[in-house]
Nanobody, 120 residues
Framework: QVQLQESGPGLVKPSQALSLTCSVS??????????WSWIRQPPGKELEWMGA???????YYNPSLKSRTSISRDTSKNQFTLHLNSVSPEDTAVYYC????????????RGQGTQVTVSS
C-alpha cells in the first residue's frame, strides 16, 4: 500500500518561504507513470492543485502559483518537496501531497495533510 506523509513548519511569517516535504513509502516516485502532486485547501475554500512532479522528474504548476512555486525531489530518500516563496496569510491552508496518474487529475492516494498558518 502506498503511504504519503507531509512534514514541515506549521507556522510561517509573511514574506518568508515555505518548504514542505512528502515522504513516500510503498512506491518509488520514479515508477512509471505516476505524478506526485501538492494540493491545498484554505479554510472555507475548495481544494486547489498547486503542482506536480512526474516520475520522469518533469514538473508542472498551477499558472496562478507558478511564479512562487517549485517542486523538487530526492530519489534516494523517495521524497518530493514543495517550495513556496513570499507567502502571505492567503497561503494559510491544509497542504496535502498525493499520487495520481495524470497531471492535475484525481489522486488515488493522499497524505493526511499538514496545517500551515501564515501569520506574524
Amino acid at each position: 500500500q502506498v503511504q504519503l506523509q507531509e512534514s514541515g513548519p506549521g507556522l510561517v511569517k509573511p514574506s518568508q518561504a515555505l518548504s514542505l516535504t512528502c515522504s513516500v513509502s510503498g512506491e518509488s516516485i520514479t515508477t512509471k507513470y505516476w505524478y506526485w502532486s501538492w494540493i491545498r485547501q484554505p479554510p472555507g475554500k475548495e481544494l486547489e492543485w498547486m503542482g506536480a512532479i512526474a516520475y520522469s522528474g518533469n514538473t508542472y504548476y498551477n499558472p496562478s502559483l507558478k511564479s512562487r512555486t517549485s517542486i523538487s525531489r530526492d530519489t534516494s530518500k523517495n521524497q518530493f518537496t514543495l517550495h513556496l516563496n513570499s507567502v502571505s496569510p492567503e497561503d494559510t491552508a491544509v497542504y496535502y501531497c498525493a499520487r495520481g496518474d495524470r497531471v492535475a487529475g484525481p489522486s488515488d492516494y493522499r497524505g493526511q495533510g499538514t496545517q500551515v498558518t501564515v501569520s506574524s
